[in-house]
């Protein structure tokens, strides 16, 4: 399910402003611009333009067929009261203790158990560990969809081990429905977080873990002294990353419980889906997706920032 | 030395477990499509023989010929058009200065943790009648094709860029002297170079495309020839789903099988894109 802004992974370093002189990237040459319109042109045209344009019609109420009527922030502060996208916000904190804090954890306890022996063949194992990046959301709705069906494995695993009383369908409860699906988002990063901190404890010098053992450091020290530190940057930037997932989950949730039971899953992609498509409010939608894009962009200036100040510190 | 041994043995076996639990949700899709409808599968369903039925009637039933060749059509195009795209703004971006470029740069980099679930409404709107030369793409491959371009383009142009930075200046500079445009210099200079670089991106490229499900369930569902194979798989599962487990659990399976195969082959390209960021840098 890996997303296409995935993929840069920690290119939002790269946002940050460079303390570090950076050498010119060349000649000045005017030229350039001929080889940079074509593609911005398309990013202008059809990524930014439609933003600006959702925040345009959130100032709107529209039913998407007859005029649009100003209303300025009016959708706005019915979104301020409005339970049920506050409870979407909620829903989403919920996943990103799943989808982010969780597989960090989770990749952060592996890399510790591996790193105090060079382990040959994790090509081998990376090959395993990547695979959920590549599989499309929808086929990993299906594929999670079966594992918590009322006879599928799970409940099957439980009921022979005599736990058949735990057994349930797990997508149609109400207080399950959501960690289940979170569940699904952990399998997703943690394979990820894993091979980038692994690949991160390989650049740490040598000698800073010698350093450690000559000075007689236990495990846990080294891990919290030398890897720990050192992997600093990987974990800031699998945090955004996997947060940002979170925050945008929406092919998931929509092809396993699709916001149900009672709302128990609904996320605010999800809603701002429901309220353009479904219940004809596009200009209250596109409040919600504003809301939604605000929220991301300060999330992950507020996590990149941190990390800055950690390492001034 | 025994504890040592132990604790390696404890490293093996705890990466052994997590690689089987990233591998085992697609096993037991695959484990049930590979059963019929009236075998009444429950539990881990480990195939005793291989029976096929389920995928000949899904890919019928579910129209999965349609809707691999929209996804088809649609993740190529995109791939191409945005490499194209990609490598001219990189080889600026990676080896010239310019009026506005430090302005410019970031603001492409921006679409790398762009929620482009906030552009879908206006999307769906503008492309029922584009304004200005007022065309009708909603429900056709351009509605697809074009915003993905778009996304696609942030990503290349970091990628690409990083790459033209890291080629010698001393090659471009010698080709420079001997008179060389600077078409040239990219065409016979840097390109042949660039391949691995390339391959990488489109391989992602394509992969993200395939598996595009928000853009295609609100800009083609009107339309079940334009229908992508993720919105076929969601449409079929939704239908069928209560009916007949094995047959969507056959549908999922086809569904994730090209870009499964490409990523036999080409896995070191998957996983140094992805992991581009914190290498780089």
Not at chain 1, 207 to 221: C, E, I, K, S
Not at chain 2, 38 to 57: I, M, Q, W
Request: aromatic share 12%; proline share 5%; with cysteine.
């Amino acid at each position: 399910m890996a997303e296409r802004q995935s993929a840069g992974a920690g290119l939002l370093r790269r946002l940050r402003p460079r303390r570090r002189d950076e050498p010119a990237p060349g000649d000045p040459r005017n030229i350039g611009w001929l080889y940079v319109l074509p593609g911005l042109a398309f990013y202008v045209l059809f990524t930014l333009a439609p933003l600006v344009h959702t925040v345009y019609y959130s100032l709107f109420s529209w039913d998407g067929l007859t005029a649009k009527t100003y209303v300025g922030l009016s959708n706005y502060s019915s979104a301020f009261v409005d339970s049920a996208l506050r409870s979407s916000f909620v829903h989403s904190a919920v996943l990103i203790a799943f989808y982010a804090v969780i597989p960090v954890i989770l990749g952060l306890l592996l890399t510790a158990a591996l790193t105090r022996h060079p382990v040959r063949g994790f090509r081998f194992f990376r090959t395993a560990l990547f695979l959920p990046q590549l599989i499309a959301g929808v086929v990993i709705a299906q594929a999670w969809t079966w594992i918590y069906d009322d006879n599928g494995p799970l409940n099957w695993a439980l009921r022979e081990v005599g736990l058949g009383s735990l057994a349930r369908p797990w997508l149609g409860d109400f207080s399950w429905a959501l960690p289940a699906i979170g569940t699904i988002g952990t399998w997703v990063t943690y394979g990820l977080c894993m091979v980038l901190f692994v690949s991160g404890v390989q650049k740490i010098p040598s000698t800073l873990y010698d350093a450690a053992r000559v000075d007689g450091a236990g495990a846990v020290r080294e891990f919290l002294a030398v890897t720990l530190p050192g992997l600093r940057g990987e974990v800031l930037v699998a945090l955004v990353l996997t947060t940002i997932n979170a925050l945008r989950s929406f092919d998931i949730v929509y092809n396993t419980a699709a916001g149900g039971p009672g709302g128990t899953t609904l996320v605010p992609s999800m809603y701002m889906y429901q309220n353009a498509f479904l219940y004809n409010k596009v200009g209250y939608a596109a409040a919600v997706a504003t809301i939604l894009a605000v929220t991301i962009f300060v999330l992950a200036a507020i996590v990149l920032r941190v990390g800055d100040r950690s390492e001034r510190a | 030395m025994t504890a040592g041994r132990l604790e390696r043995l404890g490293s093996y076996g705890v990466l052994t477990l997590f690689s089987l639990l990233a591998i085992y949700p697609i096993l037991s899709i695959l484990f049930l499509a590979l059963h019929k409808k009236t075998d009444l599968v429950t539990g881990f369903a480990f195939p005793t023989h291989l029976d096929l039925s389920s995928f000949k009637a899904a890919w019928t039933e579910g129209r999965f010929g349609t809707g691999f060749l929209s996804s088809f059509i649609v993740a190529a195009t995109v791939t191409v058009v945005s490499a194209v795209l990609s490598i001219g703004t990189g080889y600026a971006f990676g080896t010239m200065r310019f009026l506005g470029d430090r302005i410019v740069f970031p603001i492409i980099l921006l679409g790398i943790i762009f929620p482009y679930e906030a552009t879908v409404i206006p999307l769906y709107y503008d492309f029922q009648d584009v304004p200005l030369i007022h065309l009708h793409l909603l429900n056709t491959y351009w509605a697809l094709i074009l915003p993905q371009i778009g996304q696609s383009v942030a990503f290349g142009t970091f990628w690409m860029r990083a790459f033209f930075r890291s080629t010698p200046r001393s090659l471009i500079e010698a080709a420079r002297i001997d008179g060389a445009t600077s078409f040239g210099v990219l065409w016979r200079v840097l390109l042949p170079q660039a391949r691995p670089a390339v391959l990488t991106m489109s391989v992602l490229v394509f992969t993200y495309t395939w598996n595009e499900f928000l853009l295609a369930l609100v800009l083609v569902s009107g339309s079940q020839s334009h229908q992508t194979a993720p919105l076929g798989l969601s449409f079929f599962a939704g239908a069928v789903r209560a009916g007949d487990p094995t047959k969507v659990a056959a549908a999922a399976v086809l569904v994730a099988a090209p870009i499964l195969v490409v990523y036999l082959f080409l896995q070191r390209h998957f996983v140094r894109g992805m992991l581009a960021g914190a290498i780089k840098e």
